[in-house]
């Protein structure tokens, strides 16, 4: 497997780190953007793009500036938007079919910023724990760009999941006109944590996301072959 360690350019900023995996015979790019409180290289996102890495989809993770900088505070969302859209273009070159989202935080901004102006080649948006509402504050939801995104989509969240109430999230979905294919893990929590009750194990949950977003992935090519 190719692995690259790069600098991103942002333009009017700084430029941030990035590293692209990408397996021989890679059939498509998965732009992962991590988590409001970990940067590119936690565990989670390696075992993420490992397990995709097996299955040929090629990852690029990158920071967001705040991380870079080591700050506690995220950065805004324009600054955020800016950080995914050059993301996007670097990934682009690998000439793969693009895909795009991330962690919880990481797939709020590639939400926003695909429902601000599409993100240019990317064919559908893939979110790990998306973070509808803060913690133990249901009435907040970030809700409301999501109508605006017109690519499909493939969303998992965990049921134990406080960023995301199944029940708020299943009636936001009723607004949203995409193809929005909604995931539900039983028992996880917003790391994709289990409990022993529910007899599986992480790793075995991880895999059985990487195979759903292969099998997803393939589906989207297909269509795209037939919409040619």
């Not at 910023?113 to 907040?140: I, T, Y």
Request: hydrophobic letters at 40%.
């Amino acid at each position: 497997m190719k692995s690259k360690t790069m600098k991103i350019a942002i333009p009017g900023g700084k430029g941030v780190s990035g590293l692209l995996e990408q397996p021989r015979g890679a059939r498509a790019c998965y732009v992962l953007a991590h988590g409001a409180g970990a940067g590119m290289k936690h565990p989670f996102l390696a075992a993420v793009a490992a397990g995709l890495a097996q299955r040929r989809i090629a990852t690029l993770r990158y920071n967001f500036p705040y991380m870079e900088r080591r700050s506690r505070s995220v950065d805004k969302p324009e600054v955020a938007h800016a950080a995914v859209r050059a993301a996007v273009k670097v990934a682009a070159r690998t000439k793969l079919p693009l895909f795009a989202g991330g962690k919880s935080f990481g797939g709020r901004m590639t939400s926003q910023a695909q429902a601000e102006s599409p993100l240019p080649g990317v064919r559908g948006l893939v979110f790990l724990g998306f973070p509808l509402h803060p913690p133990g504050k249901p009435d907040q939801l970030r809700d409301a760009h999501l109508p605006s995104i017109h690519v499909p989509v493939i969303c998992f969240n965990g049921t134990r999941d406080p960023f995301c109430t199944p029940s708020l999230m299943e009636e936001v979905l009723t607004r949203v006109t995409t193809n929005w294919e909604m995931h539900w893990v039983e028992g996880a929590d917003h790391s994709f944590h289990v409990l022993k009750s529910s007899g599986k194990t992480d790793a075995e949950v991880q895999n059985q996301m990487s195979d759903t977003i292969r099998n997803w992935v393939e589906r989207r090519e297909k269509e795209n072959e037939n919409d040619r």
